[in-house]
T-cell receptor, first 109, second 110 residues
Framework: GIQVEQSPPDLILQEGANSTLRCNFSDSVNNLQWFHQNPWGQLINLFYIPSGTKQNGRLSATTVATERYSLLYISSSQTTDSGVYFCAVSTSGTYKYIFGTGTRLKVLA | NAGVTQTPKFRVLKTGQSMTLLCAQDMNHEYMYWYRQDPGMGLRLIHYSVGEGTTAKGEVPDGYNVSRLKKQNFLLGLESAAPSQTSVYFC?????????FGPGTRLTVT
């Protein structure tokens, strides 16, 4: 089955710094989502981005489906950005999403 | 709108006991999913449903059963709980492919 790898596994930033999180996948995908799991465990939908680029405030995401990767950019990070960031993918004709193991982000004040 | 809700939030079971987790959504979504999350890991799909009356197996279906008798509800059952089923269980729903998650149920099996 499809493999999803996220990097880096852990990241520590000072408040105000920028960061790039990467999601690589081993096969063609038709659907891709980015989620933020906050320290209380809630999963928050950030982007549905099977291809192209989207922006929402300080966050933006780019998926290059032909090269099998997606990037999540966080600019001017805040302590509230702390948590785990997951990407999840599914292949054509299926609703079975496969999650990566996540990037754990800690933003220091 | 409440979005996706899960009942209960916490539960402790003894090995061999049974229980049902309830997921409800008020967004009129066709698709619903049950995942489990183990410490330090991503989510793994247990079962999913593409519409009322339909269910299908995901990545880790063994030991679980599901039912979708009403469009807005998706039930996850454990017939005979085992310690390996200690986990956080998340429900999600989607209109098509963009999933929205509930707050989770923390289950401990002793």
């Amino acid at each position: 089955g499809i493999q999803v790898e996220q990097s880096p596994p852990d990241l520590i930033l000072q408040e105000g710094a920028n960061s790039t999180l990467r999601c690589n996948f081993s096969d063609s995908v038709n659907n891709l989502q980015w989620f933020h799991q906050n320290p209380w465990g809630q999963l928050i939908n950030l982007f549905y981005i099977p291809s192209g680029t989207k922006q929402n405030g300080r966050l933006s995401a780019t998926t290059v489906a032909t090269e099998r990767y997606s990037l999540l950019y966080i600019s001017s990070s805040q302590t509230t950005d702390s948590g785990v960031y997951f990407c999840a993918v599914s292949t054509s004709g299926t609703y079975k999403y496969i999650f990566g193991t996540g990037t754990r982000l800690k933003v220091l004040a | 709108n409440a979005g996706v809700t899960q009942t209960p939030k916490f539960r402790v079971l003894k090995t061999g006991q049974s229980m049902t987790l309830l997921c409800a959504q008020d967004m009129n979504h066709e698709y619903m999913y049950w995942y489990r999350q183990d410490p330090g890991m991503g989510l793994r799909l247990i079962h999913y449903s593409v519409g009322e009356g339909t269910t299908a197996k995901g990545e880790v279906p063994d030991g679980y059963n599901v039912s979708r008798l009403k469009k807005q509800n998706f039930l996850l059952g454990l017939e005979s709980a085992a310690p390996s089923q200690t986990s956080v269980y998340f429900c999600a729903s989607s209109k098509r492919f963009e999933q929205y998650f509930g707050p989770g149920t923390r289950l401990t099996v002793t």
